[in-house]
């Protein structure tokens, strides 16, 4: 007895250790199997939503975009768009037959090849519906097909942005200009459907008042001197800001197949001009800043500059010898090419490069065309660069460079977008002093009776700046009837807060201009009307109220 | 007195079930209400899209100027401000020497 209960006494232990064994298998199935279960539950959820909803629409929602005074420049709405379901349809013939009676640009051939795969359950047939268009394919009534509301881009400004807001695709995603600026630096939201943004709305630098005035001004400069396209801008001295920057032939951002056309190209910033005289105030800044010369310098203008088989010639020869002030007042190429010769291409180059000019530059609109330069800079490419041939810049960029000599001498870059409370660049290019002579002349030249840019002149609101005609490149050498006419200035000229450019493409002679076709009698008196009209949007008080 | 507590527990298991049944149902009701809510929500947001854009269309500077043309309105002039002395000088009747001052431009 005592054997048996010591037997099982001994048994016990290594039975209860099996039991154990037995049991915490038991629960490491069961702790594997909740742990596949928890897994299973939270890590596939995801994925499985995601797969669901690939396939079936993947769209962008945009943030709106509005002008510095907050009004709407584009903006987002829900548009229905037609899908099929090919497992559904009855009748798939009816089906095309129907649709293409709606929509006759519809590709029947591929569309019928898209319902023939009965295994798909969701296809495109077409996006961004009226609602007039929507109502018609309702009310057909025919299975398989159903709508998703989808955001599209709307731009209620039209034509007036045209050139810089860009483009974007079937799936509201940016392909270009401002729209694609968005995305890559805001980032992007994906959708499946119409909803609101939840970006920042982006606030442009534009002025839609004034980016009208300019527009209407420009038009109408366009037809009265039947230029074959114009251009124009308004620009914060100091931070760059563009309040208004247009280009004729114009694009509607609500139609992008027109934004392809060569003409329609923007003429301000997609491409590069020889802006002709205007480049003389460069020219001019130059000298002044190197030390090379001061205003009242004097230079042998009487006989043609010969440089090599070259021969440089002014357009209304003085006859006498000119101070550097009369040189620019004349508008004296002669005058222009004999500074440069003494400051040399060294120095051209070096100041040229310091403005930024020489090198490619981008605003958020996109790259800016990058500038011209001549295969080899030699003196005869420094005379003529001095007045503005033999490199072409585009607009924008000339006139970034021209705020920052008008403006006590800072960098100005431009920009598209507002900048609220961001302060001026700090970075010198010239001296306050170069700045004040300058200004000094430009006015001037608005002011004095024999100045190419007295038509410029706006009663009260001080204007000053430079005109400039150049002779647009063509086959065999440069064409003297077909011109670019351009007005750059600023205004008030004492303490400029908004440099203005106006360019006219191929205007032609008219009674107005008494048969001429250069800038002081084209762009200068457009920049007259164009400042009259915008100042006071601008909130620049006439000079006889000023403090 | 162990039974007792059995059965006050039993109750307690019955009315908690019960409570969580309505309780349960309460809330997919107030869950329709909301997507009901958000669905509505939506659909504002997406008139007043549409709406914003409308305005933003009618607001355009060109229609706007063309209006205010039919009035008789137009840019304003330089000549059109004033210092806030000479604005209520010009409300009382005109002198000679003002009417000399008056824009002719």
Request: net charge positive; with cysteine.
């Amino acid at each position: 007895m005592a054997g048996r209960v010591s037997a099982a006494a001994r048994e016990a232990p290594a039975l209860r250790g099996r039991g154990f064994v037995v049991a915490a298998g038991i629960a490491a199935l069961f702790l594997c199997i909740a742990a596949q279960l928890v897994r299973l539950s939270l890590a596939t959820q995801g994925e499985i939503r995601l797969a669901m909803a690939e396939p079936i629409a993947r769209v962008f929602s945009r943030p709106d975009i509005v002008d510095r005074r907050g009004r709407l420049v584009a903006t987002d709405v829900g548009t229905p768009s037609l899908y099929a379901d090919p497992a559904l349809m009855l009748d798939r013939d009816e089906v095309v037959e129907k649709l293409l009676a709606i929509f006759p640009d519809l590709d029947a051939a591929d569309l019928r090849r898209t319902l023939d795969d009965r295994t798909r359950r969701f296809a495109w047939v077409k996006r961004g519906l009226t609602p007039v268009q929507a109502q018609r394919v309702h009310d057909l009534g025919l299975p398989g097909l159903a709508f998703r509301r989808e955001p599209k881009r709307v731009y209620p400004a039209g034509a007036l942005v045209g050139h810089l807001v860009g483009q974007v695709n079937v799936d509201n995603k940016g392909l270009s200009g401002l729209e694609r600026h968005i995305d890559e630096t805001m980032g992007m939201e994906v959708v499946v459907a119409a909803a609101q943004s939840r970006i920042a709305t982006v606030h442009l630098s534009l002025d839609l008042g004034v980016q009208h005035a300019m527009a209407l001004e420009l038009r109408e400069a366009q037809a009265r001197y039947k230029a074959s396209g114009a251009a124009g801008l308004v620009m914060d001295v100091k931070t760059g800001e563009l309040i208004a920057a247009v280009s004729l032939p114009d694009v509607d951002p609500n139609r992008p197949a027109e934004a392809l056309a060569v003409d329609r190209l923007d003429r301000l910033s997609a491409s590069v001009f020889e802006l002709g005289s205007i480049f003389k105030t460069l020219t001019v800044a130059m000298l002044l800043e190197e030390g090379v010369a001061t205003l009242d310098k004097v230079y042998d203008v009487r006989q043609p500059l010969e440089i090599g088989p070259h021969t440089i010639t002014d357009l209304h020869p003085q006859g006498r010898p000119l101070t550097v002030r009369d040189i620019f007042l004349h508008s004296s190429n002669v005058g222009a090419g004999l500074m440069a010769l003494e400051a040399g291409s060294a120095r051209q180059i070096g100041f040229l490069s310091r403005l930024g000019l020489l090198a490619p530059a981008r605003t958020e609109a996109g790259p800016i065309s990058a500038p011209l330069l001549p295969k080899r800079w030699g003196e005869i490419e420094t005379v003529t660069i001095a007045y503005g041939h033999g490199l072409a810049v585009a607009p924008i960029q000339f006139a970034a460079a021209f705020a920052s000599l008008v403006n006590g001498g800072t960098q100005v870059v431009p920009t598209f977008l507002a900048k609220s409370n961001a302060s001026p660049s700090s970075e010198r290019l010239v001296s306050s002093k170069t700045s004040t002579r300058i200004r000094e002349l430009l006015r001037l030249n608005v002011t004095t009776p024999y100045g190419t840019g007295r038509r410029a002149e706006v009663v009260g609101y001080r204007v000053g700046g430079k005109t400039g005609t150049a002779e647009m490149p063509g086959k065999g050498g440069y064409q003297s009837k077909a011109v670019i006419s351009s007005f750059v200035g600023a205004l008030p000229m004492d303490a400029p807060r908004y440099v203005t450019f106006v360019a006219l493409f191929e205007p032609q002679a008219t009674e107005e201009t008494k048969g001429q076709i250069t800038a002081g009698l084209n762009a200068a008196p457009v920049t007259s009307l164009l400042i009259a009209r915008i100042a006071p949007l601008l909130d620049v008080l006439p000079e006889r109220l000023e403090k | 007195m162990l039974r007792m507590l059995s059965i006050v527990a039993a109750f307690m298991t019955l009315g908690a079930a019960f409570a969580l049944y309505s309780l349960k149902y309460d809330t997919r009701r107030v869950e329709i209400a909301v997507q009901g809510k958000e669905r509505t929500l939506e659909k504002l947001e997406a008139d007043i899209a549409i709406l914003k854009a409308e305005r933003a269309y009618l607001a355009r500077p060109d229609r706007i100027e063309k209006l205010a043309r039919k009035q008789g309105l137009g840019p304003i002039r330089e000549q059109q401000y004033v210092e806030i002395g000479e604005a209520v000088a010009t409300d009382a009747p005109a002198r000679p020497d003002q009417q000399k001052r008056a824009p002719s431009r």
